[in-house]
């Protein structure tokens, strides 16, 4: 009887503990879950935040895609929209056009997340539509958001004080511009205080083009075999165009060792409009 009762003791025991252990899990996800929420995605939230994730991925269709029946080609703007409206709380998805523009591409993803495996995700999902089906991929780049490195208030406040009052004037942009950059070793082994002296000439001949043109920054080091993807918006091709000529004269343009190759040049339009341009 007393070893019964030591034994019956013992599963008590243990049985409490795991209780205890399952208790104890229950509420630590319960406390995890707000957090998943405070991710959500805002648009101007997740595109003015350092620490998010930017994948570009750029497609060419197949000759299989031809072949495809029209109604379904034009019922997969309606499956991407789909698989947009699916991930929204974990992605936000642009689609370019570039067909008519490009020679390897005829449209262009840029999805921004904070998690990048939920920007894989979605990726991937995508494959599996049927546009994805019939697409190849002819590049990937990937960057992060980070705060200003240079030109800053502290570092340069004239500079960045320039920076932060320029404004964007005019109707809402129709073209993209993606531009791949890197760097050469040169370039990394130069001082901080050399570097900001070429990044604050470099930034000069920028200041009078940003009412025209909308910039937007990701770092790669590390995670591409780039060291930044430059993404641009504007309605003035002729602004961008002498915008790039003044950055290709100042002295800090000498450090590139890629600079494009390749520069994609797309419309910007609403992820189904994509889809039936390339459907019809």
Request: proline share 5%.
């Amino acid at each position: 009887m007393r070893r019964l009762s030591i034994r019956n003791l013992q599963v008590s025991l243990v049985t409490g503990i795991i209780a205890a252990m399952v208790i104890m899990q229950t509420a630590s996800v319960a406390v995890q879950q707000p957090a998943t929420d405070a991710t959500m995605i805002e648009r101007s939230k997740i595109l003015s935040q350092p620490g998010v994730f930017g994948v570009f991925t750029m497609f060419k269709l197949k000759p299989e895609w031809n072949k495809v029946p029209a109604t379904e080609r034009m019922d997969s703007a309606a499956e991407v929209a789909k698989l947009i409206e699916k991930h929204k709380d974990n992605v936000l998805v642009d689609l370019y056009l570039t067909r008519g523009l490009e020679t390897n591409s005829d449209f262009f993803f840029r999805i921004n997340a904070y998690d990048l495996a939920k920007a894989q995700t979605f990726m991937r999902e995508f494959r599996s539509t049927t546009i994805g089906k019939n697409a190849d991929i002819s590049d990937t780049l990937v960057g992060v958001t980070k705060p200003l490195n240079y030109i800053t208030k502290d570092k340069s406040p004239d500079l960045n004080a320039g920076l932060s009052s320029a404004t964007y004037i005019g109707d809402a942009p129709r073209y993209v511009i993606v531009i791949p950059v890197k760097k050469s070793a040169e370039w990394w082994n130069l001082t901080f205080e050399q570097r900001l002296k070429e990044m604050e000439t470099h930034t000069v001949p920028t200041l009078p083009y940003l009412v025209n043109v909308k910039r937007k920054l990701y770092h790669s080091t590390g995670l591409d075999d780039i060291d930044f993807i430059t993404y641009f918006e504007t309605n003035d091709l002729i602004a961008f165009n002498n915008l790039l000529i003044s950055l290709a004269s100042v002295p800090e343009n000498k450090y590139h060792v890629r600079w494009g190759n390749p520069t994609t040049l797309g419309t910007i339009l609403s992820p189904e409009n994509v889809i039936k341009a390339l459907s019809e």
